[in-house]
């Protein structure tokens, strides 16, 4: 009789083996592409096979050993392939053996230390800076990444960005297509070409956590799964590359910014705004650990970068007892800084909410004004909203109304907007 419990160790066993596995198949057969087909040629086999079967003992070695099964096949056909190239040039009278020979016997040349505790390291940094390279759109890199490092479904991430699954299904091929093309290497990229590139895997990493904290569009304000993808893959980079203060940084500013998750949402799954928060409710062990990351960051004496700064913020509110009690000034002084290293409107947007915080609403009104002026964050209900916020707090109400009401028709989260329309509400 069947085991359904069959299918779920396979999805347990994928979503934590499956880099490993595809870095180690990669490493095996030296085609990043052909290693993320064989592993998941393995997967379609444990999902038939477990639950009929029973789990193995060793899942990972299963799905690796049929990994390896399904590239030695493959190299066959190949070979076999090749050989008849040869015997038709042969009887055309070209001679010789035809380009792209067979390569040994893949039994016999095959690497038998895929586990060995020293390359495992290297080959899942081998695929998150393969995944994340340059020459891919944004898009791509993130379906790349979640993809053959985080082991989540073309159905999965579809349902975390809300797009259609053939949406990301072309992705994925569009990437792999052009990483075969340029004949991108299966390995860990030289220092300088892994500082240069280190960037566009942080970003990666960034961008699906900021996705998940605030839902652009539907109706949960904070999709948890891909919260904890986004905090898994900055980890495997803590882990992996000890030595680099921003990546310590960008697992600092996710520990604490999820920290605050549990008092983000009420009951009923609507925002529950920062002042309204109970404070006893946030991960106090996830405050933790992001300020233990910060401290790491800022031990390598460069000064913090773009992602440590944030993290630096985020702990200014996630030490404080209260609004009122935030050190706001400080804040106020991270965001100048941060908007020196990495301008931005909404950096400007955010340092103005500090501001207003720190000094009042009539210097916080003048930046808004300035970036408003400038065009700044079109299509938003960001910038709007945070005017009508600061008009409200001056007695300007039909002002205030009138942002609120844009703001409201701009947002995307249906979440977010019930906020909106209740502030609207108590306008009168």
Known sequence: MADPTGREAVAAVWRIESARIVGALARYCGDFSLAEDLAQEALAEALVTWPRDGVPRNPAGWLLTVGRRRAIDAFRRRAALNERYAALAHNLGEGGVASGSAPADPVQSADDGLWDPDQIDDDVLALMFISCH????????????????????????????LIPTATVQARITRAKKTLGAARVPFAVPSADERAERLGSVLNVVYVVFTEATLASSGEELIRLDLASEAQRLARILARLMPGE??????????????????ARTGPDGEPV??????????????IRRGRAALARAAQAGQGLGAYGLQAAIAECHAVAPSVD?????RVVLLYE????????????????VAVSMARGPVAALHIVDELATDGALPGSHLLPSVRGELLIRLGRTDEARTELERA????????ERTVLRRKLTGLG
């Open 325 to 329: 009690q935030t050190d706001w000034e």
């Open 273 to 286: 705004l920062l002042e309204h928060q109970d404070r006893r409710r946030w991960d106090r062990p996830a």
């Open 245 to 262: 203060p921003e990546v310590h940084g960008l697992l600092a500013l996710l520990e604490l910014t999820a920290a605050r998750f549990p």
């Open 408 to 415: 409201t028709q701009l947002c995307g989260n249906e979440r």
């Open 337 to 352: 800084a941060l908007g020196r290293l990495a301008p931005s409107p909404v950096v400007e947007l955010n340092r103005a």
């Open 134 to 161: 340059p020459m891919l759109s944004r898009e791509s890199r993130i379906a790349l990444t979640l993809r053959v490092v985080g082991g989540l479904t073309s159905d999965e991430i579809a349902r975390a960005f």
